[in-house]
């Protein structure tokens, strides 16, 4: 699980130019709601994520696509994420490599009280990683 960050500083330069791509093929192993309940899954899931304006370290906005939805603007924390985003009208993701082969993809209901319809929903990913 440790073999990310050293794959990161393998990259030649040009991998992390603006325009260059990380893509995430997942399956869903388990879906976790926000009492810490968790159930099996076996869902799939595809993210795209493509660097707009960022700096050395990777910090700035990028492009994020869900499967086939409409890219949505997102703040990163580095190459690698987490990635913050907000998918319409009261839904914020964020999205986290855990690892080589891992991620955990975070909807949150935003509001509060009546307002909020459901608490989070947490995936715990695997996936196949390639920049």
Do not use: K, N
Not at 2 to 12: D, I, K, S
Not at 62 to 88: C, K, M, N
């Amino acid at each position: 699980m440790r073999v990310l960050p050293f794959l990161l500083f393998a990259l030649p330069g040009a991998a992390w130019a603006e325009g260059a791509r990380l893509e995430l093929d997942c399956t869903v192993a388990a879906t976790c709601d926000a009492t810490g309940a968790c159930a099996a899954s076996d869902d799939h899931v595809r993210f795209m994520v493509e660097p707009e304006a960022i700096d050395a370290e990777g910090v700035g906005l990028y492009t994020l696509w869900v499967d086939d939805a409409e890219g949505r603007t997102a703040r990163g924390a580095s190459r690698t994420g987490p990635f913050l985003w907000q998918a319409g009208d009261g839904l914020r993701m964020q999205l986290a490599l855990t690892g080589d082969a891992s991620a955990i993809w975070i909807r949150q209901p935003l509001g509060t009280g009546t307002d909020m319809a459901s608490g989070p929903e947490i995936d715990l990913l695997t996936c196949e990683v390639t920049f």
